[in-house]
Structures are given as C-alpha cells and as structure tokens.
C-alpha cells in the first residue's frame, strides 16, 4: 500500500523523537492513503513553521499487519473506545506513553479535537455525544507508526 506524509520539508530519515507528543494516538509518525489530505496538513505545516509543503511518499507491505512480532491496533471506525484512546493520548496532563502499539490504524479525528476533549473532561458532554463530535465530515483513515520496528517497515518512495 501507499501512504502519505505531508511537512514542511522532505524527509530523508523518519526521526521518532522530532515526532509531537498528545496527538491522537501518541507521540509518532503519522500517514495517510489520501494523497489530497496529506497535501493539506504539509499546507498546515508551512503555515505553522514555514518551509515548503511537501508529500512524502512511503510504501508499507501490508502482510506486515499480520506480524505476531509487531503490536498493532486497528480501530474499525468512531467508537467509544477510538474516542477514550484519543482523549488519553491527548491528555496533557499525562506524563506517561499511553500505550506500547507500535501501528496503530483508525480514523482521524475532526480539527477542533481539543474543544471536544475539554468539553467532555469539564463534563459538558457525555461520551457518545464526544464520537460524535470527533467524526471527521468525510472518514479519512490514520496510520501511526509509534516504535522504530514500525519505522523500519516503511519504504520511501
């Protein structure tokens, strides 16, 4: 399969710890199979850090999902369980790495993520209200590659 990265520059060597903490599902490299929304976070990135947008472009054999070697996570769609992942790995007030996955695979969350998750913690909204809130308007799937075993398995094309 082919995934999409999209920064403020090209990425020559994929460096975990450049990667920002409390992000959906940790601290980590993320792509996507949507060429269009990789493009608009590198446009994001440029606005933000200045640079150039930029598509990385990677290869991931997906027979490695089926690795008993690597711990991988696939969250089929918005649950309740999607949205307390994403809540606890967006906590910032947690120190501690949420989770020891090194893929894990499910939907982005909407933009104003960090609305909602206060929005719930100060009890404003109950949880089912919270997935609803999270639900990107069109699903577009996440791949986090969170260890270095997860790095190694892409390619850059």
């Known amino acids: 399969m082919i995934l999409y990265h999209g920064s403020n520059q090209e ?17 980590g490299f993320y792509l996507t199979e949507n060429k269009e ?18 598509v990385n472009t990677y290869e991931f054999d997906e027979v490695n999902l089926n690795n008993p070697a690597l711990r991988i996570k696939i969250f089929e769609g918005y ?27 499910g939907p982005i969350a909407d933009d104003k993520v960090g609305v909602q998750l206060f929005r719930y913690m100060k009890e404003y909204i109950d949880l089912p209200t919270l ?6 308007i069109n699903l577009t799937v996440q791949y986090y590659f969170g260890t ?9 094309l």
Do not use: C
Not at 43 to 51: D, L, M, T
């Open 11 to 27: 990425i020559l060597t994929i460096d975990l710890s450049k990667s920002r903490p409390h992000k959906d599902f940790g601290q």
């Open 37 to 54: 929304q990789a493009q608009k976070m590198a446009e994001q990135k440029v606005i933000q850090y200045g640079g150039i947008p930029t």
């Open 79 to 105: 649950t309740q369980e999607w949205a307390e992942f994403i809540l606890a790995n967006r906590n910032r007030e947690n120190t501690d790495k949420v989770h020891e996955y090194d893929i894990v695979i």
């Open 131 to 136: 997935v609803k809130k999270l639900q990107y």
């Open 148 to 156: 270095d075993n997860a790095i190694k398995l892409l390619k850059k």
